[in-house]
């Protein structure tokens, strides 16, 4: 039982992170999808129009170019993004985030995904890389090694000059 949990552990940080990562992407997505509507339409879809504007043309409204994306997009959790016009949390025109893997709408807090904060690592901890403190930990040994061999060297060295 202990090796199933030493196994499941370490694939779910990583599948966990491939979510948050995901999620990340698609927010880029549409932030880029928003600036594209906004450069063809000179503005960026209202609260009523949300980001549906973004795939499907919004009722009386002319000159839309789009679709700026193939369909209505989810989050990791298959989940709808927050989207809120003017912004009311980040420093650009809008906000857009994921609700998280708790799927509650945090308001941006808690374990949401924004446009304003990214992701927030204290709810999606990254994983420990070993790399590193292995690199370390052989260059203090190797170090050990080396101050280890003078000693003895000099050492044997002063022995022979008394001697």
């Avoid at 552990?9 to 600036?35: D, M």
């Avoid at 339409?41 to 504007?53: D, H, T, V, Y």
Wanted: some cysteine.
């Amino acid at each position: 039982m202990v090796s199933l949990a030493a196994f499941a552990g370490p694939r779910v940080a990583v599948a966990e992170s491939c979510s948050q990562n995901a999620t990340l992407a698609q927010i880029e997505n549409l932030e880029t999808a928003l600036e594209t509507f906004r450069n063809d339409m000179g503005r960026f879809p209202s609260m009523i129009e949300g980001l549906e504007a973004l795939s499907k043309p919004p009722p009386g409204l002319e000159g839309w170019r789009g679709p700026y994306l193939k369909a209505a997009v989810v989050d990791s959790w298959g989940q709808p993004f927050v989207y809120r016009l003017p912004s009311q949390y980040g420093s650009t025109a809008y906000d857009v985030y994921s609700k998280g893997r708790n799927v509650q709408d945090d308001h941006g807090e808690h374990d949401d995904i924004t446009n304003w904060s990214g992701v927030p690592r204290t709810f999606y901890p990254r994983p420990f890389r070993w790399a590193p403190v292995i690199v370390a930990v052989a260059a203090l040994v190797i170090a050990g090694g080396v101050a280890l061999g003078l000693a003895r060297g000099i050492g044997a060295l002063h022995r022979r000059l008394i001697a």
